[in-house]
């Protein structure tokens, strides 16, 4: 069976590039990579299991999405759209209507937090937990094997239930998460696929031929009888959603159920949950057991229809207490749905369970093993906490839950990389997880933060290479490897504090071994001594300047990365590299292709390990200084040093307001060339100072009081006797952008 390292959005998209004739599509993060793919891969005529190019028109709203979607099954179409958030929010109108016609359709769905009092582009289950009451069935996946194979599910169930489907799996953690999966060849596919129930949908399409009217007004003696009448088809669902499972095993050899439950058979505590804290679950279940613990995880594929039998039958008979757990806040209410679900499922078929429940992961929040653990400790005592949160410290209402530090294993080769939004830092990676996973036999993991202000922010890529499979839905810990692609991240962040003993530390830096004595921190070299690393540089920017690419350092961050690599041969990885480079920029042209592999070819031997052990002045630690500004000092700037996740709930405003005029304190510094003021060119327009998108450069009128020093650089003001003209340059406010060299006239 092939295998491929692929994202979640990606093997979401592949399937449903095979099964759908029409997809409707508009860009929302995190799933606007799966409209993208479609829509290149429909420009090269692409062909699905039908053998057709798919139509994809890119409308002005989600609304129009929806509307589209609507029209297209209406006519007897096999139709699909991509969504999240807000978008999805803006479908509701049409979702009633296609849920409430009996319509076949799938939306997938890379589940993300619906802005409420601040905007966030992370992952949580507010947007599919909104959309529950509008009629469409529900499927979850928790991995990025399982959004293939469950977007191959939901096309497959919504023809044969004629009901539509939401398929919906986290956004970034699992959209945006590599993994190695194995894929189905179309022969298979089509050994599964319902075409009887095609011809049927499709011999009931509204045409000319076939007219019958839709979306008629009912009053109110037959509305609620009409509405009654769809109760039919729902009942089906559980089976057919067993049935099509079946089939897949029957291909793939994967088995899955509505109601997965993994862990002790005579389990005394249970957790039930959806979405990807599931493989953080498994992992967590399977630690427990060691010390004798009995534990068990219920998974929640199916969340709507919700079969409260199924479900039930599903929970070991010895069990005495379930904890759900909610990635979703529902104010006010007197708990969150699938907690509420639970509770109901559990009255009503007479199961005597003692039920409590909890919150985590709101706004992409970090779910981990340690969480999970208390979660289950918590479940495990007495008097049990409830209506908990976890992940969090709640020092205003008490919710949450002590979380010992977190638990690692040494399953795992763990690396990190800190990058510069747009340096190629995240796409090196990504690529290097491909080869790794793709060449060998090793299981890979990919994983990558992003900082809201993307381009020009830092950047965390997380690796993870296993001979096992890994099920470790949270960011990594302890590291084998760290590299650092920006050597003014050092001072500001702490980087290698989690770096494993015997460790390797790569610098990408124009400074040589001399200067690097005296800029390198003390903490930080005391650190590496304590963990016995090595520590290696490489001047990556000054390769890009020579063969002409810029600041593009991707390629040749990547090829040192796999010189020091421990666990794949050198050799044999550098070929990969150059391959994918290959393909990746060959439509650009021959001379591009060439300069990059020129640059991988220079980057073998420039890698130069660095013996710190002999460095006796390195410079102390960075100290900031505090400011006039209280909040700044107490939330924005742990936020920038990377440490907002200890934040406690009492340090922000309840309505998530924050005082204005604060960047101002945001000293980055991450430029790597700063502009300089050539006076003797000055026309004193002003343009750079107008032009300068981060307010770095600043025009200076003042008057001569004839105490001005010499090397003061300054002109006379043109036009305005007894005044000077100054341009001056704050360096840790400049990104290096460029845009004042290009405006400036002279």
Not at 52 to 69: F, H, N
Request: glycine share 6%; charged share 25%.
């Amino acid at each position: 069976m092939e295998h491929k390292c692929l994202d979640g959005n990606t093997a979401c998209a592949i399937m449903a590039y095979k099964l759908s004739e029409i997809s409707a599509i508009y860009p929302i993060t995190p799933s606007s990579t799966m409209g993208e793919l479609v829509d290149a891969w429909a420009n090269e005529g692409k062909t699905n299991i039908f053998n057709q190019t798919m139509l994809i028109r890119e409308m002005q709203s989600e609304a129009g999405v929806s509307g589209a979607i609507h029209g297209a099954i209406q006519t007897g179409s096999l139709a699909t759209t991509f969504t999240a958030s807000q978008g999805l929010l803006l479908m509701i109108p049409n979702m009633y209507k296609i849920a409430g016609e009996c319509l076949p359709c799938v939306f997938h769905v890379s589940a993300r937090t619906v802005a409420s009092h601040a905007l966030s582009i992370f992952g949580d289950h507010s947007d599919v937990m909104a959309i529950r009451s509008t009629g469409f069935n529900i499927i979850s996946s928790s991995s990025v094997q399982e959004c293939y194979d469950m977007a191959l599910a939901s096309h497959i169930i919504t023809l044969k239930t004629s009901l539509p489907i939401l398929h919906f799996f986290d956004g970034f953690r699992t959209s945006h998460e590599i993994q190695k999966i194995n894929l189905i060849d179309d022969e298979s596919i089509k050994k599964i696929y319902p075409y009887k129930k095609v011809d049927e949908f499709k011999q009931k399409a509204l045409t000319p031929q076939n007219p019958v009217s839709k979306g008629t007004a009912q009053n109110s003696d037959v509305f609620f009888q009409n509405r009654e009448r769809a109760n039919a088809l729902y009942n089906t669902v559980y089976d057919k959603v067993c049935e099509t499972f079946k089939d897949i095993e029957k291909i793939s050899g994967r088995k899955y159920s509505a109601y997965e439950y993994y862990g002790n058979s005579n389990a005394k505590y249970v957790i039930v949950l959806m979405g990807s804290a599931y493989q953080t679950a498994q992992e967590t279940v399977d630690y427990l057991t060691k010390y004798n613990k009995s534990v068990g995880v219920l998974y929640v594929r199916l969340y709507r229809p919700f079969f409260a039998k199924e479900f039930c039958s599903s929970i070991p008979n010895t069990t005495k207490k379930i904890c759900v757990l909610d990635r979703t806040k529902e104010s006010g209410s007197v708990g969150e749905p699938l907690y509420l679900d639970v509770v109901t499922a559990l009255k009503e078929n007479n199961k005597n369970i003692e039920v409590i429940c909890g919150r985590y992961g709101l706004g992409g929040k970090e779910f981990n093993k340690s969480h999970c653990v208390s979660v289950f400790e918590n479940l495990m005592t007495t008097n049990s906490k409830n209506h908990f949160t976890v992940g969090i410290d709640d020092d205003v209402t008490h919710t949450s839950l002590t979380c010992k530090p977190v638990i690692s294993d040494n399953d795992c080769y763990e690396l990190k990389f800190y990058g510069l939004g747009s340096d190629g830092t995240v796409s090196a990676n990504k690529n290097s997880i491909k080869i790794i996973g793709e060449d060998t036999d090793m299981y890979v993991q990919g994983y990558f933060e992003y900082d809201s202000k993307k381009s020009g922010s830092l950047t965390t890529s997380h690796l993870r290479i296993s001979k096992f499979p890994i099920k470790k839905a949270y960011k990594t810990y302890t590291h084998d490897f760290i590299a650092i692609h920006n050597f003014t991240f050092i001072g500001k962040y702490d980087l290698i504090s989690t770096l494993k003993n015997n460790g390797v530390v790569l610098i990408n830096t124009r400074l040589n071994e001399e200067k690097l004595q005296k800029f390198l921190p003390k903490d930080f070299i005391d650190t590496l001594k304590n963990k016995n690393a090595e520590l290696y540089t490489i001047d990556a920017y000054k390769i890009a300047e020579e063969v002409g690419l810029g600041r593009k350092i991707n390629l040749i961050m990547q090829t040192a990365f796999f010189k020091l690599l421990k666990v794949i041969p050198f050799k044999k990885s550098i070929e990969q590299i150059k391959q994918l480079a290959i393909k990746t920029y060959s439509k650009k042209g021959e001379e591009i292709v060439n300069k990059n592999l020129l640059a991988i070819n220079k980057s073998i031997d420039q890698i130069k390990k660095i013996d710190y052990l002999k460095f006796t002045d390195s410079l102390k630690s960075q100290i900031t200084a505090q400011t006039d500004c209280k909040f700044f000092d107490e939330v924005i700037s742990p936020i920038e040093k990377q440490s907002g996740e200890n934040l406690p709930v009492s340090k922000f405003n309840i309505d998530g307001s924050i005082p204005t005029n604060t960047s101002k304190y945001l000293k980055r510094g991450i430029a790597l060339n700063l502009p300089k003021w050539i006076k003797e060119n000055c026309t004193q327009c002003g343009f750079c100072s107008l032009s300068c998108p981060h307010s770095a450069i600043r025009s200076i009128l003042f008057k001569d009081d004839g105490n001005i020093k010499p090397e003061f650089e300054c002109l006379d003001a043109i036009g305005m006797k007894g005044y000077k003209f100054k341009i001056q340059v704050s360096p840790q406010d400049c990104t290096g952008c460029g845009v004042c060299a290009n405006t400036c006239p002279a």
